[in-house]
C-alpha cells in the first residue's frame, strides 16, 4: 500500500471464475492528508454489488451506484426551499417606504428585521450542521420548512402597532433559523444525489435558487405594496375634487393611507404564508435523505462522524485558506446589496435605479454561477484556476468603481452600471466553485459539516461589515474600497492554495 497526501493504488488484476474470466479493479485503502485512512472497494465486472475493503479485509457490503433520474426533483424542491427562505427573509426591505407609512417604523426598525437572519444563523449553526450529519437531509429541510412556514404565519396575526414590530420580528427570527440549511445544504445534497461530474453544477442550481429569492422579493414586494408618492391624492381620486381634499384634516389623509398600506402588506403577508404552507407539504410528502443507491464510491463512504469531523476541520490548514478566503469576499458581497443605495445616492443614482443594478446582479451572478459551475464540472481538477480567473476580473472592475465613487475618474451613469454588474456577478459566481473546492479538500468529513463551517465565517463576515454602518459619521466611501480590498488580500491565498481532490481520486480509481 502506498501512502501520501492524496496517493492511492490502483490494481488491476485478472481472476478466473468457475466458467469465465472476470476482471476486477481493487482500490486500496490509502491515508489521506489528515491521516485518516479510506477505505477502498473492489469492483467486479460481472457482478451488481460492490465489496468494501478496510485494511485488506472485507467489512461489510456496499450497495453498487446508481444514479436516479428524480435527482432533478429533489433538486427542484430543495431549490423551492431555499427560494422561498430567501424572498421571506427580503420581505421589508424593498417595500421599507409603505412599512414605514403603514406601521409607524423607521429606518432602524427595517435594519433589525433584516438583521435578525444572520443572527438567527449564528445561533442554530452548530444545531443544523448536526442535524444534516446525524438525522440527514430530510429531518434538516422538513424541519426548515416548517419553521419557515411557523415564521410566516406568526407575521399574519396582527397589522396594529406595536404589536406588528413583536410579530414581525418572531417571524424573521423564526426564518432565519432556517438559514443554516438555505446556505449550507446545496452540496450535501449534490454529494447524495448527483454523480462526480455533475456535482458542482447541481451545487451552482442549488445556490443560486437563493439569490433568485433575494430578487424575486424585489418584484413581488414593490408589486404588492406600490411605493406611490402621490398615495395621499390617489386614496381620495374620483370621489373628492382638490378643494375638498385640501379642507381635509392631514391627520384624517395619513390614516387613510396608513390603513391603505396596511391592508396590502398583509395581502403579501397572507400570500406568502400560502406558499410556505405549500412548500413544507412538498418536502413532508417526499424528500428522502438520500436515494437507495449512491451515486459514486465517494457518496457511499463512511464519513467521519460529526465530533472527529469538526476535530479534523480545525487541523485542516488548507480549509480554512478556502474558509477565509471565501468568507472573507463574499461575505461583504452579501451584504453589499443592503448599502449600495446609499454608496450610489451621492452620484444621483435614484433608489429605484439602484434597486435595478441589484437586479441585474443577481440575474448576471446566477448566469455565470451556472456556466462557471458546468466548466468546472469538465475541468474538474482546475477550480484554483477559475476562481483566480474571477477573483481577478472582479477586482479589476471593483477598482474601476471605487475610482468613480470616489470622483478620481468623472462621473458616467454607464460605467457604474457596467462596474457594479460586472463586479458583483463574477464574484458570486465564485460561491459554487468554493463549496465544492471546500468539499473536496476536507474528505472524508460530512459535506455538511465542512459547508456550515464555510458558511459561518461568510455571516460573521457579513454581521460585522453590517455593524459598522451604525457607527456615527463613519461616511459611505470605505465600503467600496473594502470590498475591493479582500479581493486583493484573498489572491495570495489561492495562488499558492494546493487543490486537492480527495473525492475525485477514489471515485475515478474505481
Not at 438520500?290 to 465517494?298: A, E, G, L, Q
Request: proline share 4%; hydrophobic share 45%; aromatic share 10%.
Amino acid at each position: 500500500m502506498e501512502t501520501g497526501n492524496d496517493s492511492a493504488m490502483v490494481k488491476l488484476s485478472s481472476s478466473r471464475d468457475n466458467n469465465n474470466e472476470s476482471p476486477k479493479i481493487s482500490l486500496n485503502s490509502h491515508i489521506n492528508h489528515n491521516g485518516y485512512i479510506n477505505k477502498g472497494f473492489t469492483v467486479e465486472k460481472d457482478s451488481s454489488k460492490k465489496t468494501q475493503i478496510e485494511n485488506g479485509h472485507i467489512s461489510k457490503e456496499c450497495e453498487e451506484t446508481q444514479v436516479y433520474k428524480r435527482r432533478w426533483y429533489i433538486l427542484s424542491v430543495y431549490c423551492l426551499l431555499t427560494l422561498t427562505q430567501a424572498m421571506l427573509w427580503n420581505t421589508w426591505g424593498p417595500i421599507a417606504a409603505s412599512s414605514h407609512q403603514a406601521f409607524g417604523w423607521n429606518d432602524g426598525d427595517t435594519a433589525l428585521l433584516t438583521d435578525l437572519g444572520p443572527i438567527a444563523f449564528l445561533l442554530v449553526v452548530f444545531l443544523f450542521s448536526w442535524i444534516v450529519d446525524v438525522k440527514g437531509l430530510r429531518w434538516a429541510c422538513v424541519l426548515t420548512a416548517f419553521v419557515m412556514m411557523l415564521g410566516a404565519g406568526v407575521r399574519c396575526i396582527t397589522d396594529k402597532s406595536p404589536y406588528v414590530k413583536v410579530t414581525a420580528g418572531i417571524g424573521q427570527f423564526l426564518n432565519g433559523i432556517g438559514t443554516p440549511v438555505s446556505m449550507g445544504v446545496p452540496p450535501v445534497l449534490s454529494a447524495a444525489w448527483f454523480p462526480p461530474h455533475q456535482r458542482t453544477l447541481s451545487t451552482a442550481i442549488a445556490t443560486v435558487a437563493n439569490l433568485a429569492g433575494i430578487g424575486l422579493s424585489f418584484v413581488i414586494g414593490p408589486f404588492m405594496v406600490p411605493d406611490d408618492k402621490n398615495t395621499t391624492r390617489s386614496t381620495w381620486n374620483g370621489t373628492l375634487n382638490t378643494t375638498e381634499v385640501n379642507s381635509l384634516n392631514t391627520s384624517d389623509l395619513q390614516e387613510e393611507t396608513g390603513l391603505k398600506k396596511r391592508n396590502q402588506i398583509m395581502i403579501l403577508l397572507y400570500t406568502e404564508f400560502g406558499w410556505a404552507v405549500g412548500i413544507f407539504l412538498l418536502l413532508l410528502v417526499y424528500f428522502p435523505a438520500k436515494p437507495s443507491k449512491p451515486p459514486s464510491i465517494s457518496a457511499s463512504t463512511e464519513r467521519l462522524n460529526f465530533i472527529q469531523g469538526c476535530k479534523t476541520l480545525l487541523r485542516n490548514g488548507v480549509f480554512w485558506v478556502i474558509a477565509c478566503s471565501y468568507g472573507l469576499s463574499v461575505g461583504i458581497l452579501g451584504a453589499w446589496p443592503g448599502v449600495l443605495e446609499i454608496v450610489l445616492k451621492p452620484h444621483h443614482i435614484s433608489e429605484h435605479e439602484a434597486g435595478l443594478i441589484g437586479m441585474y446582479s443577481v440575474v448576471c451572478g446566477i448566469v455565470l454561477s451556472l456556466i462557471v459551475a458546468k466548466c468546472t464540472d469538465v475541468f474538474s481538477k482546475k477550480k484554483k484556476v477559475f476562481l483566480l480567473g474571477l477573483y481577478l476580473t472582479s477586482g479589476a472592475f471593483a477598482l474601476w468603481m471605487n475610482l468613480l465613487l470616489s470622483r478620481i475618474l468623472p462621473d458616467s451613469y454607464a460605467s457604474l452600471h457596467i462596474t457594479a454588474v460586472v463586479g458583483s456577478a463574477t464574484l458570486t459566481a465564485t460561491t459554487p466553485v468554493y463549496f465544492e473546492m471546500a468539499c473536496e479538500t476536507t474528505y472524508p468529513v460530512a459535506e455538511g459539516i465542512t459547508n456550515f463551517a464555510l458558511t459561518l465565517v461568510n455571516n460573521i463576515v457579513s454581521v460585522v461589515f453590517l455593524a459598522i454602518q451604525t457607527i456615527p459619521n463613519i461616511g459611505t466611501s470605505w465600503e467600496g474600497w473594502t470590498l475591493f480590498g479582500t479581493i486583493i488580500l484573498c489572491l495570495p491565498g489561492l495562488v499558492f492554495l494546493k487543490e486537492k481532490t480527495n473525492r475525485l481520486n477514489v471515485d475515478e480509481h474505481t
